[in-house]
Every structure is written in structure tokens, then in C-alpha cells.
């Protein structure tokens, strides 16, 4: 504990600030980040001066979380969409499906079909495999 | 017929279609109109009902106003093969109730019976793949294996 404490006063490097930033993003893509939260805590991880209020920025926030460590599909497509500035809405009137349906694909509750899948990659401009293949770290584990 | 029929208004029409039916068969059979009539009241109310709902946000307002997308229509293949067991084990029971209780009676539902599982099997060979067809050559003799798998 003194050993955290007397760390906690040393003077974080600029790689420790971008380390903190990546586990921020992580969080972010994998929704456990509100934008305005994510925001506030880049800029708290900016500005952090020692390695305590380096570990207040990215609080409450698991370790193991890393960039990574790719996001599953529903916040991939989730990502996507939110980087347009698009609502659900607007995503489903652009695919042809109901906004029922694109809650669903974002939340993991349905898988779409390969037509649809191909829609959505092709809309978003990227590969299916990189919109909808599996998670790179259990593919490898398989 | 169907095309000239707005989509939204088809299945409503077709459920107030169904019910002014059993309100014709009510004044053949028993020649008095006024249960006739409440049951048209009533068809043209849920017409009018399902047809406002089928306007609204929701997977069984797109299923209702036959406007549904992949997901809404699983949901509704779904929903019909769940309608369907229940149709056959209501009848099952039936069967054997009506057998236990008084054996004149057991008819109709063993009609029933017999009716869904034809259906089911009609819907095998519908939807199956029917008769295996020849072995690729390539592949005659071989087992193969999905690269995923191995």
C-alpha cells in the first residue's frame, strides 16, 4: 500500500498518458463510456501530471480492457454508425429494415443474414469479415 | 386482388374478412341475426383496430401491416410454429379427454390432430431439401471438411 502510494506520487511519461488514452478508447467502443464522459476523461488523462491522477482518469474501468482487443460485432457496428452521426433510425431507413432491427444487431440479440450483413459492411464502406468476423484473440484461442 | 390492397390494410381486411364468416355461418345455421350482427360490429371494429396498430413503431405493428424486415419476419415464423405445437397439443388433449369423457364427441379433434400433422409433414417436404441429389464428383468417396473446422 505505501509502495502504491509513494508510485502514485511519480511523475507519469507521455506513454503512460497514451496508455491510459488507449484503455479509454476501448472503453468507449464497447459503450461503457458516454461521449461526454469519455471526453472528459481524455482530457483528465491529459493533463495528469503523476500516476495517481493518471488512475483517477481511467477509474472504475477494468485493466483488462485494451484497444487491442477488438469489439465484438454489435459494437462495431454500433462504432460505425455513431462515427457517421447517424441514429438507428437513419441507419434502418438506409438499409431497408426496421429500427427494431438495428437495436437488435447493436445489442447482440440478432445476428443478420448474409444480404443484409453485406448491406451493412457495404454501407459502412468496410469488408464483411471486418465488420462481422469473429474476435481476432478468440479465433486464435479456437 | 391483394395488389390493389394497401399492404397495411390487408391482414386487418383479411381478419374482418374471417370474422363476418363466422357471422354468415351463424344466420345459416341458426336463422336469427341479432349475434350475427354484434359478431359484423365487432369485424369492422378490429378492422379498423389492426389497421391503426399496423401504423405504429413495433415488430408486431410491421408484421400486422406487412411491412416487416428479416428479423420481424423470423419473429413471426417463430410465433406461428409456437401457435401451431400448441394447436397440435390442444388437440392431442382433446382427443384424449373427449376419448376419457364421452368417445362420440372426440371427432372434431382428431380431425385436428390428424390435420396439423399433415400439415407438418406437408411443410417437410415443402421446405426440406426433398430427394438427395447426385455426389459431386470432386467430392465422390471423400470425406470433406470445412478449413474452420479442422
Known amino acids: 500500500m505505501a509502495s502504491e502510494q509513494g508510485r502514485g506520487g511519480l511523475r507519469a511519461s507521455d506513454a503512460d498518458r497514451e496508455q491510459a488514452i488507449e484503455v479509454l478508447k476501448a472503453a468507449f467502443v464497447r459503450d461503457r463510456l458516454a461521449g461526454a464522459e469519455f471526453e472528459a476523461r481524455v482530457g483528465q488523462a491529459l493533463a495528469s501530471r503523476t500516476y495517481a491522477e493518471l488512475a483517477a482518469a481511467t477509474d472504475g474501468i477494468p485493466g483488462t480492457l485494451t484497444a487491442d482487443t477488438p469489439p465484438g460485432m454489435p459494437a462495431r457496428v454500433r462504432k460505425q454508425r455513431t462515427q457517421r452521426e ?54 486464435r484461442a479456437r | 386482388m391483394m395488389r390493389f390492397i394497401r399492404p397495411r390494410l390487408r ?47 413495433t415488430d408486431e405493428s410491421a408484421l400486422q401491416g406487412s411491412r416487416a424486415d428479416e428479423r420481424q419476419k423470423q419473429v413471426g415464423l417463430r410465433a406461428r410454429a409456437l401457435s401451431g405445437s400448441v394447436a397440435l397439443a390442444a ?20 380431425a385436428l390432430l390428424a390435420v396439423t400433422g399433415f400439415a407438418y409433414l406437408l411443410g417437410l417436404s415443402s421446405y426440406g431439401s426433398g430427394e438427395p441429389g447426385p455426389e459431386d464428383e470432386v467430392t465422390a468417396g471423400h470425406q470433406t471438411r470445412s478449413p474452420l473446422s479442422s
Open chain 1, 86 to 139: 447517424m441514429s438507428q433510425g437513419d441507419l434502418a431507413e438506409a438499409l431497408g429494415v426496421s429500427r427494431q432491427t438495428v437495436i437488435s444487431i447493436e445489442s447482440g440479440r440478432y445476428l443478420p443474414s448474409l444480404p443484409l450483413a453485406f448491406a451493412i459492411a457495404r454501407f459502412f464502406d468496410v469488408t464483411v469479415d471486418k465488420m462481422f468476423g469473429p474476435d481476432e484473440e478468440k479465433a
Open chain 2, 11 to 57: 391482414k386487418p381486411l383479411l381478419r374482418g374478412i374471417a370474422l363476418l364468416g363466422i357471422a354468415c355461418a351463424w344466420v345459416i345455421g341458426s336463422r336469427t341475426w341479432e349475434p350475427a350482427i354484434v359478431i359484423a360490429i365487432v369485424a369492422v371494429g378490429q378492422t379498423v383496430y389492426r389497421y391503426i396498430w399496423a401504423g405504429e413503431d
Open chain 2, 91 to 110: 388437440a392431442y388433449i382433446g382427443v384424449v379427454i373427449t376419448l376419457a369423457v364421452k368417445r362420440a364427441d372426440a371427432w372434431p379433434f382428431a
